[in-house]
């Protein structure tokens, strides 16, 4: 069984979708695969939820028949044969009806979910659909049915396996199974998600529970890239990464894969393969266990983050300083991304501001503190950095003209970070593309 996920791009065109369709039925192996929402969609019913929240109904409205135009005009291009066109009118109709009721009723976080997850339940039925008018046999395979978070909002494998294997069980000797990504149930039952971007999170979940043969992440450039294509110029696909070097990629701002997908395919050691819709043929990123070399393989950023430094009011870090502080985080479930000490002093660095007032409040008893906003982590990734003795040259050199905040070095063998204001991120990206890779 091999899982293959297809993002928003891919699926955003009823041409692409003729793609899809050619790309998944070329082989006999059993294969689940999982579609994002039409590109634009999340980020519309986005806008439809905060406009609800702010009860701006007619500015919602607008913004509802906006999207239902797209949909009906996407339909007419996708499906020619008039019974099945008359189906996809049909679900279309069924899921903005829903929304247009949503207009009426009182606006919640639950209710926002649900206009969230409209996405992938109608991309993955109109793809069905165009499947039926071309005689391609599947199974539509309702995500909500198995992919669940709990109490903490975490997938847990083992769950979702044995959720999967019963709905799975009902279709023996079928091979071809289309599911949504994104959209779970949480531990209320209610219809929840994985986050933005968080199809690649489902596929690799999936892959997880299923045990499968390969998890194939299918977008819109040819696997991963050495700097995020959107900032620098001349950037180049890398053709083998580790699932460390990967993951920290991930989580540290490179796009391409959602910041929590590698986990489940590392775990269950499921190897993972970018790769470009439109270029079917390019070698793309294939990701496993071991690194193939060592030193640098790309450099990521991640937005978004604020820094807090708490200066020891005792002018020493005597022994259970830092407990306390991380108990604060712990409590607020605030993760830590990078953390420097000196002999007075914490910095850390935290992208989750939720709590940012609590954790003030129960960290000002302990020392000085002081809040420094609109950072960026900058981090160069790959295996074995520390024996890159070059390395650390380099990227200062790079950035000698630029104000460095943070730097984290040795925390792991995959990673060197710092933290810049958000204001010189594509400054940074840039001169560390010369600078680390010689490339403009
Ligand atoms: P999908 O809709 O298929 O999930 P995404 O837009 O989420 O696609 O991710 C693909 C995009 O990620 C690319 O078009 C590219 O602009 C961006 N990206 C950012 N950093 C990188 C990187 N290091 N390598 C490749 N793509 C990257
Ligand atoms: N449709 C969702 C989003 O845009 C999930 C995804 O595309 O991965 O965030
Ligand atoms: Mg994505």
Known sequence: MKIMKFGGTS?????????????????????IVVLSALSGTTNALVSIGDAMASSNKLHAKELIDKLYTHYVEFINMLLKVDSTNKKGLKVIDEHFEFLYIILKISFNDALNKDI???????????????????????IFLP???????????????????????????????????????????????????????????????????????????????DGMHNNDPRIVKTTMAIEHLSFDEAAELAYFGAKILHPASIWPAQQFNIPVKLLNTMQPDAKGTIILKEAESNGVKAVAAKDGIVMIKIKSSRMFLAYGFLRK?????????????????????????????????????????????????????ISVVGNKLTLDKELLGKLFNALSDLEIDMVSYGGSNHNVSILVPTQVKNKSLQLLNKGIFGLD
């Open 116 to 138: 969230l997850a409209q996405g992938e339940l109608l991309s993955t039925k109109l793809f069905c659909l165009f499947l039926e008018e071309n005689g391609v046999d599947h």
């Open 325 to 377: 502080i991380f108990e604060v985080f712990e409590k607020y479930k605030t993760s830590i991304d990078m953390i420097t000490t000196s002999e007075v002093a914490v910095s850390v660095t935290i992208d989750n501001t939720e709590f940012l007032d609590e954790i003030i409040k129960e960290l000002t008893p302990l020392g000085e503190i002081e809040i420094i906003r609109e950072r960026t982590i």
């Open 143 to 221: 995500a909500l049915d198995f992919m669940i978070i709990d109490s903490n909002d975490e997938p847990q494998v083992i769950a979702i396996r044995e959720k999967l294997k019963k709905v799975l069980v009902q279709y023996p000797g079928k091979k071809l199974f289309i599911t949504q990504g994104y959209i779970c149930r949480n531990a209320k039952g209610e219809v929840d998600n994985l986050k933005r971007g968080g199809s690649d999170y489902s596929a690799s979940l999936i892959a997880a529970a299923v045990n499968a043969t390969v998890c194939e992440i299918w977008t819109d450039i």
């Open 11 to 31: 699926v955003g065109k009823p041409e692409r979708m003729a793609q899809v369709m050619e790309l998944i039925t070329k082989d006999q192996e059993e294969k």
